[in-house]
């Protein structure tokens, strides 16, 4: 599609500049005319713009931002997703809830906007059930796991056409090569991906089905993005991937299965460390059998890495994590918290819970309340479960009703917000450093804490993308702290 052949109209402009330049420059047109006409063939040629849509995790993100900069490179320009474009391309998760319901509506959204624009669906939900997106009016191209990055590859043929679309998804168990990704676009962060894929089997999740097994980049790799990305002028990386505590298939090294043969990610972040420019990383989410001390203790004493964990628990009832295939009983995940905890008492701890698992009584799920309610950690990320074809807990006994699932959900997220409440208080009036970014409120300025407090700052008391200190106020709610920024005297 992007070398389509040009309109009527654009062949009789090029055909009235062909005969305005042939006489001067007979056979022989100077370098500057030639690169003036390729300049205009290939803006003529190439359709003018695309718009993304990312549904999902920070992984995700990575990509679609890796891949709108293929496009860029191709001489596309990116435009809003509410924009008329001339190709959409919709990066879908299978994690979040309705998947064919969101990627319904927004594929209609796109057309809505510019009905003759093609519409590409990729991401995760693709790779699980390519054919029956590729049943969704409108949509030109579904490409799998394995395909996602070389969707440009398959425009120039690309037609817009009634009925199916085409579908280019591969078997997973196929895919086994690790795609470089990481996101700019925001000022402040970068999401890097470093891992993908997961080799674990909990009962209730599709993404090996989705990204196939675990398979990690190389350090060289991961520090030359580092490097681009701090030379970008982004000052914080999120580490992002599947399963990251797995880099360098670090699962069995761990667990004593094998001897160590490469790099694990406690080698990663320990050169990271080291990359100059960037001022802080955090890591997105690590599994807490994967956790070690040592990672614990090297975040302690890192001056980049910053004291935010977000650690999975998914339930805090032992028989119910057995059920799911978890690798870990609830005591380990306790003790990891309280050694966070003990080495960095200022550190803030997210972690996710899945309700209404297959099974899950309501003696369990008080169970669970009653061990979160004593963790002390920052946040949670409630998930109501949902039944996910060719997973083992869809045949599971035990089905909780869905009015009961939501019940659960609203507990522990009313937990969750005294969780945060409690959190957020114990600074109250402190003076802390924050990287400043754009609000979505006008006349304000946000960012984050070192651990990962959102403070709310007056427009104009500080600039974008820098670390200024700041003292903050009283916690009112809405997850957020009101701050004042401060002089260097008054720190």
């Not at 509506?105 to 519409?119: E, G, H, N, S, Y």
């Not at 406690?266 to 960037?278: A, N, R, S, Y």
């Not at 614990?296 to 059920?323: C, D």
Request: some cysteine; charged content about 25%.
């Amino acid at each position: 599609m992007p070398k389509h052949l040009p309109s009527k109209t654009t062949e009789t402009l090029l055909k009235k500049i062909n005969i305005m330049y042939s006489d001067p420059f007979p056979g022989n047109s100077p370098p500057c005319i030639n690169n003036f006409f390729s300049l205009i063939f290939a803006n003529l040629m190439t359709p003018q713009t695309v718009a993304f849509n990312t549904l999902g995790c920070k992984l995700n993100f990575s990509e679609t931002s890796t891949i709108g900069r293929q496009f860029t490179r191709a001489g596309y320009t990116t435009v809003p997703f509410d924009e008329a474009a001339d190709v959409y391309v919709i990066n879908t998760c299978s994690v979040t809830d309705f998947a064919d319901k969101k990627c319904r509506q927004i594929v209609r959204r796109a057309l809505k906007t510019a009905p003759d624009a093609f519409v590409i669906v990729t991401g995760c939900y693709a790779q699980l059930k390519p054919d029956e997106i590729a049943e969704i009016p409108g949509v030109d191209l579904v490409m799998g796991a394995g395909e996602k990055f070389k969707i440009l590859d398959y425009l120039d043929d690309l037609k817009k056409l009634p009925g199916k679309g085409v579908v280019h998804a591969g078997q997973i168990n196929t895919v086994n090569t690790f795609e470089n990704a990481f996101s700019f676009g925001d000022r402040t962060r970068s999401f890097l991906k470093v891992q993908d894929g997961c080799s674990y089997k909990c009962t209730f999740c599709t993404i090996p089905q989705a990204r196939g097994a675990s398979r990690s980049n190389t350090i060289e790799s991961i520090l030359q993005n580092a490097q681009e990305i701090a030379r970008l002028g982004a000052k914080e990386i999120i580490l992002t991937g599947v399963n990251i505590g797995d880099f360098g298939n670090g699962t069995e090294v761990i667990d004593g299965i094998r001897p160590k043969k490469e790099a694990l990610f406690i080698d990663l972040i320990k050169e990271l460390d080291q990359v100059e420019g960037i001022e802080r990383y955090r890591i997105s989410s690590i599994e807490p059998n994967l956790l070690t001390k040592e990672i614990i203790e090297f975040v302690a004493q890192s001056k980049r890495f910053m004291p935010h964990f977000h650690i999975p628990l998914q339930s805090g009832n032992n028989r119910i994590l057995k059920e799911m295939k978890r690798r870990y009983k609830r005591e380990l995940f306790a003790e990891r918290v309280a050694t966070i905890k003990k080495v960095m008492p200022h550190a803030c701890i997210g972690v996710d819970v899945i309700v209404g698992f297959p099974g899950e009584t309501e003696a369990d799920f008080k169970d669970t309340y009653r061990f979160i309610q004593d963790l002390d950690v920052s946040y949670l990320h409630v998930f109501t479960y949902s039944e996910r074809p060719n997973t083992p807990a869809i045949d599971m006994d035990g089905r909780v009703p869905m009015e009961e699932r939501r019940a659960r959900n609203q507990m522990l997220r009313i937990l969750s917000e005294k969780k945060r409440a409690a959190f957020y208080s114990t600074f109250e009036g402190q003076k802390l450093e924050v990287l400043v970014e754009n609000s979505k409120k006008e006349g304000k300025l946000t960012g984050f804490t070192k651990n990962y407090i959102k403070v709310e700052l007056a427009q104009g008391s500080a600039s974008v993308n820098d670390l200024v200190p700041v003292q903050l106020g009283r916690f009112t709610g809405n997850n957020t702290m009101p701050a004042v920024t401060l002089s260097p005297s008054n720190v």
